[in-house]
């Protein structure tokens, strides 16, 4: 940009401040606010945003350009649970010095004996900043005084070294919101694409303010705008089963630049594009210049690649090596923190540090491997329109040979080669190269999650069931087993028996869990008392399967519901009961279909004299349903798990008969 433009801007923004309206004065309360028992409009909120408040402007500092918000919260804690809200964290980018926090102060209201109001104050020693990596630093602080009844307020300044990145403003939480405002002053050069993503009335004002500066020796007169956005009583998002991340379901705006337009009628385009973040990563010194790091070889892995002379076999060492020896240490980044050099010496690192490390060897041996953007399921979906690295939160491993792609993660122990990892399941990621850099959709249509039980039981005469069952699990179903086998041993039993009465597992063996190509096998001896009423006992046949309770029994509903992968389920097997036992009328075979074909319920039940052989099978042909489709969903389920939860009677013969 020429200086003499960015002398413009420097006049121009040096006025973009104004002062919060329309809202009670930080530091004020209203004492109702602090008798207050519950919110109006939602009775079990834990606690209620009475305020929340972003005020937005230009300001230039250093001859730099900055985006200065000023934040406002204030919450009534309303329960224990809501105790948790007055813990704050705020994490922003530390890169270049590109974000900063600052000016934070709180407050905490309370009562006291006599209802008058006490107010204690932040210090400001109990605000503490600390460097998470090399790109985030985070402030933290706790209100003080805290308890239920209290009401919170805390207030900060955040400030960017940028003109174009305005945070998206949301106005939905987890907890409801009684007033949420945001303001912004937006100098008419810039133009802005805005999108509001919700479904509630929002109240909207603009107000042009006018402005003059002396520019080229002539005196230059435009206008900026102030828009102002205000939503009030807003519900609670709160979580629900099988949703995906919750800030893709939140109301918020976003505000994308476009271009600018100075006076003069030069126009420039501001919005980045892929190719030239790609570029940017790839001569960024925490991303591509790692890839350029040469780690030292290790005799044990060059020792297995001695004799392995496809690519795709290469693959399965290096990846089976680097899950084996290295370790991830929880931190998430899409940047190195110490650098793969490090991280290969100690055998531990950050997410995108042990896929660098990945990388690294695959190149190595010869294999075509990237870096490949992903964002994971509780970080939302990514818009590819958007050239934002913000969207991102991990860096995987993509490797190409010959047509077929495969999908790594080297921080995952426990994922397979073969399965694309289902924290990123349909969702788009970036391929971070030159040459085949560009956009590929993470979607699995040959795996599923399918798990298979083999059962057989014996009642006894004192109306014990007493079995075995072997279980397998195969695809998406065997990675968290694994892992909780791995890391849980000694409550893994407790997956088979957590929703049964009285159940006992005698004796359990694990086998396979270290062998990518073969289910995870399960086998467990167990015994189950009977449920009676009267001279009835009964049980179900729905066992080991994880399907005991129906998980959609609330009558509405605001998130799409996200399985994350399709499903199979197959029970089969034969229970003999005691000769002094008959059976009642058993459950019918039936054959259940979901109204648009995508879930399949088939039960098939034979009798014999003192025995029944039966196969349940479940089939989900889909994984994601979207949220109009949900009364169907839920119809259809709760006759699915009446079927399924379905009771095998059975009662003493009648000896006179």
């Not at 088939?602 to 014999?608: C, L, N, V, W």
Request: aromatic fraction near 12%; include cysteine; charged fraction near 30%.
């Amino acid at each position: 940009m020429r200086k003499q433009s960015l002398t413009l801007i420097l006049l121009l923004a040096s006025n973009f401040i104004f002062a919060q309206k329309e809202l009670p004065s930080y530091g004020k309360i209203d004492k109702d606010d602090l008798l207050m028992k519950e919110c109006e409009f939602d009775k079990d909120a834990e606690a209620y945003k009475l305020i929340s408040f972003g005020d937005v402007n230009y300001q230039i500092t250093g001859g730099e350009f900055n985006i200065v918000t000023e934040r406002r919260v204030r919450i009534k804690i309303l329960k224990e649970k809501g105790l948790d809200k007055a813990n704050i964290k705020l994490r922003f980018y530390n890169k270049l010095n590109y974000e900063n926090i600052n000016s934070v102060s709180g407050i905490t209201y309370n009562l006291d004996n006599s209802e008058k109001i006490v107010t204690t104050r932040l210090e400001k020693s109990s605000v503490y900043t600390k460097k998470i990596n090399n790109q985030v630093s985070e402030v933290s602080f706790t209100l003080p005084g805290v308890k239920v009844g209290s009401v919170i307020e805390y207030k900060f300044t955040e400030t960017k070294k940028s003109i174009a990145n305005l945070d998206d403003w949301y106005f939905q939480d987890d907890i409801p919101t009684r007033t949420s405002i945001y303001r912004i002053l937006v100098p008419s050069i810039f133009k802005f694409v805005t999108q509001l993503l919700t479904y509630q009335q929002i109240d909207q004002k603009s107000e042009d303010i006018n402005q003059s500066i002396f520019y080229e020796q002539e005196n230059i007169k435009f206008v900026s705008s102030e828009k102002t956005y205000t939503m009030r009583d807003v519900p609670a998002l709160r979580d629900e089963p099988y949703m995906g991340a919750p800030k893709d379901y939140l109301q918020r705006i976003i505000f994308q630049l476009s271009r600018i337009e100075y006076p003069n009628g030069r126009e420039e385009g501001v919005m980045s594009t892929w190719p030239k973040l790609t570029k940017e990563l790839l001569d960024d010194k925490d991303f591509g210049l790692q890839l350029k790091k040469n780690l030292p070889h290790t005799k044990l892995l060059d020792d297995s690649l001695k004799n392995v002379k496809d690519d795709y076999n290469k693959m399965l060492v290096i990846h089976g090596y680097v899950r084996k020896n290295m370790n991830w240490d929880g931190r998430e980044s899409i940047y190195s923190t110490d650098g793969i050099k490090s991280a290969w010496d100690k055998k531990s690192g950050n997410n995108s540090e042990l896929n660098f490390v990945l990388i690294d060897l695959l190149r190595d041996a010869g294999l075509h491997a990237y870096p490949l953007l992903v964002s994971t399921k509780d970080n939302g979906i990514v818009n590819p329109i958007y050239p934002f690295l913000q969207q991102f939160n991990n860096v995987i491993t993509l490797v190409i040979i010959g047509e077929k792609r495969y999908v790594l993660n080297a921080a995952d122990k426990y994922n397979p080669s073969y399965l694309i990892p289902y924290d990123v399941l349909d969702n788009d990621a970036l391929i971070v190269d030159e040459k085949k850099g560009g956009w590929i959709r993470l979607e699995d249509k040959e795996n599923q999650s399918k798990n298979v039980v083999l059962f057989f039981a014996q009642v006894s005469p004192d109306a014990e069931m007493k079995g075995q069952a072997t279980v397998y699990s195969y695809g998406y179903s065997k990675n968290p087993k694994v892992k909780k086998w791995k890391e849980e041993k000694s409550t893994f039993k407790d997956n088979f028996k957590k929703e049964y009465t009285g159940m006992t597992i005698e004796t359990l063996q694990v086998k396979n869990e270290d062998i990518d190509t073969l289910p995870l096998e399960q086998k467990i001896d167990f015994s189950l008392p009977l449920n009676s009423s009267g001279e009835y006992k009964y049980f179900t046949l729905n066992l080991f399967q994880g399907l005991e309770k129906n998980p959609f029994i609330a009558d509405k509903r605001n998130t799409d519901i996200d399985f994350d992968y399709r499903q199979s389920y197959l029970i089969t097997g034969k229970v003999i009961i005691p000769d002094n036992y008959e059976f009642e009328e058993l459950p019918k075979s039936i054959k259940m279909i979901m109204p648009d074909t995508s879930i399949v319920l088939k039960r098939m039940i034979q009798r014999g004299e003192n025995s029944i052989d039966f196969r349940i099978s479940l089939d989900f042909s889909r994984s994601f349903y979207s949220v109009d489709i949900y009364p169907d969903l839920q119809e259809f389920y709760k006759e699915l798990f009446n079927a399924l939860n379905e009771q095998i009677v059975i009662k003493k013969k009648n000896v006179n008969s």
